[in-house]
Protein backbone atom coordinates (compact mmCIF):
# COMPACT_ATOMS: atom_id res chain seq x y z
CA UNK A 1 0.00 0.00 0.00
CA UNK A 2 2.95 2.49 0.68
CA UNK A 3 4.04 2.37 -2.46
CA UNK A 4 0.18 3.54 -3.91
CA UNK A 5 -0.59 5.74 -1.21
CA UNK A 6 2.76 8.19 -1.11
CA UNK A 7 4.98 9.19 -4.77
CA UNK A 8 7.85 7.02 -4.23
CA UNK A 9 11.38 7.93 -5.60
CA UNK A 10 14.55 5.47 -4.92
CA UNK A 11 12.30 3.48 -2.78
CA UNK A 12 11.64 6.85 -0.43
CA UNK A 13 8.05 7.61 0.15
CA UNK A 14 6.89 11.60 0.15
CA UNK A 15 3.52 12.85 0.19
CA UNK A 16 3.75 16.06 -2.28
CA UNK A 17 0.51 16.35 -3.54
CA UNK A 18 -3.00 15.20 -4.00
CA UNK A 19 -3.11 14.67 -7.39
CA UNK A 20 -1.39 11.12 -7.83
CA UNK A 21 -3.28 9.88 -5.03
CA UNK A 22 -6.17 7.94 -6.08
CA UNK A 23 -9.50 6.73 -4.20
CA UNK A 24 -8.08 3.55 -2.73
CA UNK A 25 -5.46 5.28 -1.31
CA UNK A 26 -7.37 8.46 0.11
CA UNK A 27 -9.94 5.42 1.96
CA UNK A 28 -7.24 4.23 2.98
CA UNK A 29 -5.56 7.26 4.90
CA UNK A 30 -8.96 8.33 5.70
CA UNK A 31 -9.19 4.54 7.47
CA UNK A 32 -6.01 4.99 9.72
CA UNK A 33 -6.82 8.45 10.34
CA UNK A 34 -9.91 6.66 12.34
CA UNK A 35 -7.15 3.99 13.98
CA UNK A 36 -6.01 7.07 15.27
CA UNK A 37 -8.96 8.75 16.44
CA UNK A 38 -9.71 5.16 18.62
CA UNK A 39 -6.31 5.40 19.99
CA UNK A 40 -4.63 2.70 17.87
CA UNK A 41 -1.96 4.22 16.08
CA UNK A 42 -0.30 5.39 19.80
CA UNK A 43 3.36 4.84 19.98
CA UNK A 44 4.12 3.11 16.61
CA UNK A 45 7.04 5.07 15.63
CA UNK A 46 8.86 5.04 18.69
CA UNK A 47 12.46 5.86 18.10
CA UNK A 48 11.85 8.09 14.96
CA UNK A 49 12.81 11.32 14.89
CA UNK A 50 10.51 14.07 12.77
CA UNK A 51 11.95 17.35 11.43
CA UNK A 52 9.40 19.70 11.75
CA UNK A 53 10.64 22.69 9.24
CA UNK A 54 8.61 25.52 9.11
CA UNK A 55 9.82 28.13 6.52
CA UNK A 56 6.09 30.19 6.69
CA UNK A 57 4.21 31.01 9.19
CA UNK A 58 1.81 28.11 10.83
CA UNK A 59 -0.29 27.25 13.77
CA UNK A 60 -2.78 24.58 13.62
CA UNK A 61 -0.75 22.83 10.88
CA UNK A 62 2.88 22.61 12.80
CA UNK A 63 1.15 21.83 16.56
CA UNK A 64 -0.72 19.49 15.02
CA UNK A 65 1.90 17.82 13.05
CA UNK A 66 3.83 17.88 16.01
CA UNK A 67 1.11 16.87 18.47
CA UNK A 68 0.76 13.40 16.11
CA UNK A 69 4.74 13.07 16.31
CA UNK A 70 4.25 12.59 20.09
CA UNK A 71 1.48 11.06 20.34
CA UNK A 72 3.24 8.43 17.82
CA UNK A 73 6.49 7.78 20.04
CA UNK A 74 8.32 9.81 18.03
CA UNK A 75 10.61 12.60 18.87
CA UNK A 76 10.78 16.30 16.91
CA UNK A 77 12.98 18.45 16.26
CA UNK A 78 13.20 22.12 13.95
CA UNK A 79 12.06 24.93 13.52
CA UNK A 80 9.51 27.62 13.43
CA UNK A 81 10.77 30.50 11.91
CA UNK A 82 13.54 30.24 8.88
CA UNK A 83 14.89 33.52 9.37
CA UNK A 84 16.69 32.68 12.16
CA UNK A 85 18.22 29.53 10.26
CA UNK A 86 21.73 29.58 8.39
CA UNK A 87 19.19 29.24 5.18
CA UNK A 88 17.60 32.94 6.09
CA UNK A 89 20.46 34.71 8.24
CA UNK A 90 23.57 33.22 6.14
CA UNK A 91 22.27 32.15 3.01
CA UNK A 92 22.39 28.63 2.50
CA UNK A 93 20.64 27.26 0.11
CA UNK A 94 17.61 25.24 -0.10
CA UNK A 95 19.25 22.22 -1.26
CA UNK A 96 21.11 21.77 1.73
CA UNK A 97 18.91 22.92 4.56
CA UNK A 98 17.30 19.85 2.85
CA UNK A 99 20.36 17.39 2.44
CA UNK A 100 21.79 18.87 6.48
CA UNK A 101 18.19 17.69 7.69
CA UNK A 102 18.50 14.02 5.86
CA UNK A 103 21.44 14.22 8.71
CA UNK A 104 19.49 14.38 11.65
CA UNK A 105 15.89 12.83 11.28
CA UNK A 106 14.04 10.58 9.83
CA UNK A 107 11.24 11.89 7.71
CA UNK A 108 10.57 16.35 6.98
CA UNK A 109 7.80 17.93 7.29
CA UNK A 110 8.14 20.55 5.48
CA UNK A 111 6.09 24.07 5.00
CA UNK A 112 7.48 26.64 2.35
CA UNK A 113 6.58 29.75 0.94
CA UNK A 114 7.52 28.85 -2.77
CA UNK A 115 4.97 26.83 -4.84
CA UNK A 116 6.74 23.66 -5.96
CA UNK A 117 9.19 23.80 -2.83
CA UNK A 118 7.66 20.11 -2.00
CA UNK A 119 8.34 18.41 -5.08
CA UNK A 120 11.68 20.13 -5.08
CA UNK A 121 12.83 18.61 -1.52
CA UNK A 122 11.71 15.58 -2.66
CA UNK A 123 14.10 15.34 -5.35
CA UNK A 124 16.94 16.05 -3.14
CA UNK A 125 15.75 14.26 -0.09
CA UNK A 126 16.97 10.70 0.52
CA UNK A 127 14.11 10.82 3.77
CA UNK A 128 10.30 11.13 3.41
CA UNK A 129 9.11 14.50 2.85
CA UNK A 130 5.55 15.93 4.31
CA UNK A 131 4.19 18.97 2.06
CA UNK A 132 2.92 20.86 5.02
CA UNK A 133 1.81 23.92 2.29
CA UNK A 134 3.83 25.11 0.01
CA UNK A 135 2.83 28.64 -1.21
CA UNK A 136 -0.34 28.87 -3.21
CA UNK A 137 0.05 25.63 -4.80
CA UNK A 138 -1.40 22.43 -2.66
CA UNK A 139 -1.86 21.59 0.83
CA UNK A 140 -2.45 17.81 0.93
CA UNK A 141 -2.54 16.67 4.59
CA UNK A 142 -5.24 19.40 5.38
CA UNK A 143 -7.06 17.95 2.53
CA UNK A 144 -6.94 14.59 3.50
CA UNK A 145 -8.34 15.51 7.16
CA UNK A 146 -11.21 17.45 5.20
CA UNK A 147 -12.06 14.22 3.52
CA UNK A 148 -11.76 12.70 7.25
CA UNK A 149 -13.88 15.05 8.41
CA UNK A 150 -16.99 15.19 6.10
CA UNK A 151 -17.01 11.26 6.32
CA UNK A 152 -16.96 11.29 10.20
CA UNK A 153 -20.35 13.40 9.63
CA UNK A 154 -21.76 12.11 6.83
CA UNK A 155 -20.55 8.65 6.47
CA UNK A 156 -19.33 8.72 3.05
CA UNK A 157 -18.07 11.51 0.54
CA UNK A 158 -19.61 10.10 -2.23
CA UNK A 159 -22.94 12.35 -3.49
CA UNK A 160 -21.65 15.36 -1.33
CA UNK A 161 -22.81 19.18 -2.58
CA UNK A 162 -20.01 21.74 -1.09
CA UNK A 163 -19.55 25.12 -1.84
CA UNK A 164 -15.98 26.69 -1.60
CA UNK A 165 -16.05 30.25 -0.46
CA UNK A 166 -13.85 33.24 -0.74
CA UNK A 167 -10.43 33.41 -2.39
CA UNK A 168 -9.77 30.40 -4.58
CA UNK A 169 -7.63 31.63 -6.75
CA UNK A 170 -4.66 31.58 -3.89
CA UNK A 171 -6.51 29.38 -1.30
CA UNK A 172 -3.97 25.97 -1.51
CA UNK A 173 -6.66 24.33 0.71
CA UNK A 174 -9.26 24.36 -2.02
CA UNK A 175 -7.03 23.42 -4.91
CA UNK A 176 -5.87 20.31 -2.98
CA UNK A 177 -9.69 19.38 -2.46
CA UNK A 178 -10.94 20.00 -5.60
CA UNK A 179 -8.72 17.60 -6.87
CA UNK A 180 -9.17 15.12 -4.21
CA UNK A 181 -13.10 15.37 -4.82
CA UNK A 182 -12.62 13.98 -7.96
CA UNK A 183 -12.18 10.63 -6.77
CA UNK A 184 -15.59 10.30 -5.93
CA UNK A 185 -19.19 9.89 -7.50
CA UNK A 186 -22.20 12.73 -7.27
CA UNK A 187 -19.52 15.01 -6.44
CA UNK A 188 -21.15 18.62 -6.82
CA UNK A 189 -19.04 22.12 -5.95
CA UNK A 190 -19.72 25.78 -6.00
CA UNK A 191 -17.08 28.04 -6.12
CA UNK A 192 -18.44 31.19 -4.50
CA UNK A 193 -15.72 33.89 -5.18
CA UNK A 194 -15.55 37.34 -6.96
CA UNK A 195 -14.11 36.89 -10.20
CA UNK A 196 -10.48 38.05 -9.80
CA UNK A 197 -10.31 35.82 -7.18
CA UNK A 198 -11.94 32.71 -8.72
CA UNK A 199 -10.46 29.23 -8.86
CA UNK A 200 -7.96 28.57 -11.49
CA UNK A 201 -8.89 27.51 -14.76
CA UNK A 202 -6.63 24.77 -15.05
CA UNK A 203 -8.41 23.03 -12.32
CA UNK A 204 -12.05 23.75 -13.80
CA UNK A 205 -11.04 22.26 -16.86
CA UNK A 206 -10.02 19.05 -14.94
CA UNK A 207 -13.11 18.75 -13.15
CA UNK A 208 -14.80 18.82 -16.74
CA UNK A 209 -12.25 16.01 -18.33
CA UNK A 210 -13.53 13.94 -14.74
CA UNK A 211 -17.15 14.89 -15.30
CA UNK A 212 -17.32 16.20 -11.56
CA UNK A 213 -20.42 18.98 -11.61
CA UNK A 214 -19.40 22.67 -10.61
CA UNK A 215 -20.77 26.02 -10.62
CA UNK A 216 -19.36 29.20 -10.35
CA UNK A 217 -21.49 31.70 -8.43
CA UNK A 218 -20.45 35.69 -6.93
CA UNK A 219 -23.00 35.15 -3.70
CA UNK A 220 -23.05 32.97 -0.83
CA UNK A 221 -26.29 33.57 -0.49
CA UNK A 222 -27.64 31.41 -3.76
CA UNK A 223 -25.85 28.51 -2.46
CA UNK A 224 -26.52 27.84 1.35
CA UNK A 225 -29.77 25.79 0.61
CA UNK A 226 -28.51 23.94 -1.84
CA UNK A 227 -25.32 22.50 -0.22
CA UNK A 228 -23.99 19.93 2.28
CA UNK A 229 -20.78 21.97 3.30
CA UNK A 230 -19.80 25.11 3.39
CA UNK A 231 -16.08 25.32 3.32
CA UNK A 232 -15.56 29.61 4.21
CA UNK A 233 -12.00 30.70 3.44
CA UNK A 234 -10.09 33.78 3.90
CA UNK A 235 -7.91 36.39 1.67
CA UNK A 236 -4.32 35.15 1.21
CA UNK A 237 -3.06 38.62 1.51
CA UNK A 238 0.24 37.38 1.83
CA UNK A 239 0.07 35.88 -1.51
CA UNK A 240 -1.03 38.58 -3.42
CA UNK A 241 1.77 41.24 -5.46
CA UNK A 242 2.54 44.43 -4.34
CA UNK A 243 -0.22 46.54 -6.21
CA UNK A 244 -2.63 43.79 -6.06
CA UNK A 245 -6.05 44.38 -4.25
CA UNK A 246 -8.96 42.28 -3.50
CA UNK A 247 -11.93 42.62 -1.80
CA UNK A 248 -14.99 39.47 -0.78
CA UNK A 249 -17.25 40.56 1.50
CA UNK A 250 -18.28 37.67 2.59
CA UNK A 251 -19.42 36.84 5.83
CA UNK A 252 -22.03 33.81 7.09
CA UNK A 253 -24.40 34.33 10.13
CA UNK A 254 -26.44 32.12 12.55
CA UNK A 255 -29.51 33.52 11.29
CA UNK A 256 -28.39 32.96 7.66
CA UNK A 257 -28.06 29.47 8.24
CA UNK A 258 -31.19 29.91 10.49
CA UNK A 259 -33.05 31.10 7.75
CA UNK A 260 -31.49 28.71 4.40
CA UNK A 261 -29.55 25.44 5.83
CA UNK A 262 -30.56 23.00 5.94
CA UNK A 263 -30.59 20.45 8.96
CA UNK A 264 -27.27 18.55 8.37
CA UNK A 265 -25.03 21.21 6.71
CA UNK A 266 -21.78 22.11 8.21
CA UNK A 267 -19.32 25.25 8.01
CA UNK A 268 -16.10 23.90 7.55
CA UNK A 269 -12.83 26.32 7.39
CA UNK A 270 -9.10 25.41 7.46
CA UNK A 271 -8.80 28.61 9.37
CA UNK A 272 -7.45 31.05 10.93
CA UNK A 273 -11.01 32.94 10.26
CA UNK A 274 -10.79 36.90 9.48
CA UNK A 275 -14.22 38.13 8.92
CA UNK A 276 -15.95 34.77 6.81
CA UNK A 277 -18.00 33.03 9.61
CA UNK A 278 -19.21 35.41 12.34
CA UNK A 279 -18.74 34.29 16.29
CA UNK A 280 -22.35 33.93 16.30
CA UNK A 281 -22.30 30.75 14.30
CA UNK A 282 -19.97 28.79 16.78
CA UNK A 283 -22.81 27.74 18.77
CA UNK A 284 -24.57 26.54 16.26
CA UNK A 285 -24.82 22.84 15.11
CA UNK A 286 -23.56 23.87 12.11
CA UNK A 287 -19.99 24.68 13.20
CA UNK A 288 -17.69 22.23 12.42
CA UNK A 289 -14.47 24.13 11.75
CA UNK A 290 -12.98 22.96 15.18
CA UNK A 291 -13.81 19.46 15.31
CA UNK A 292 -12.42 20.32 11.46
CA UNK A 293 -8.72 21.45 13.32
CA UNK A 294 -8.81 18.84 16.11
CA UNK A 295 -9.15 15.93 13.11
CA UNK A 296 -5.64 17.17 11.72
CA UNK A 297 -4.13 15.46 14.87
CA UNK A 298 -5.49 12.01 13.92
CA UNK A 299 -4.93 12.39 10.48
CA UNK A 300 -1.56 13.38 10.25
CA UNK A 301 -0.71 10.49 12.65
CA UNK A 302 -2.27 8.51 9.82
CA UNK A 303 0.22 9.98 7.29
CA UNK A 304 3.21 9.46 9.54
CA UNK A 305 2.51 5.88 10.19
CA UNK A 306 1.99 5.37 6.64
CA UNK A 307 5.09 6.55 5.35
CA UNK A 308 6.81 4.21 8.02
Known sequence: MLNTVLSKKNTVRHLVGIKTLQRHDLDHLISLAHDAYQGKLLNTLTGKIIASCFFEASTRTRLSFEAAIHRLGADVIGFVDAHNTSFGKKGESFSDTIQMLNG??????????????????????????????????????????????????????????????????????????????????????????????????????????????????????????????????????????????????????????????????????????????????DATKYAWYFQQAKNGVFMRQAILYQLF
Do not use: W
Not at 159 to 179: C, E, F, Q, W
Not at 208 to 232: P, S
Open 104 to 281: YADAIVMRHFDAGSAELAASISTIPIVNAGDGANEHPSQTLLDLFTIKQKFGEIDGIKIAMIGDLRYGRTVHSLSYALMNYKGITIYYVSPQSLQIPHEITQKLQEKNVRFHCVDELEEVIAHVDVLYMTRLQKERFSENEMHEMGYTLTANMLKEQAHDDLIVMHPLPRVQEICNSV
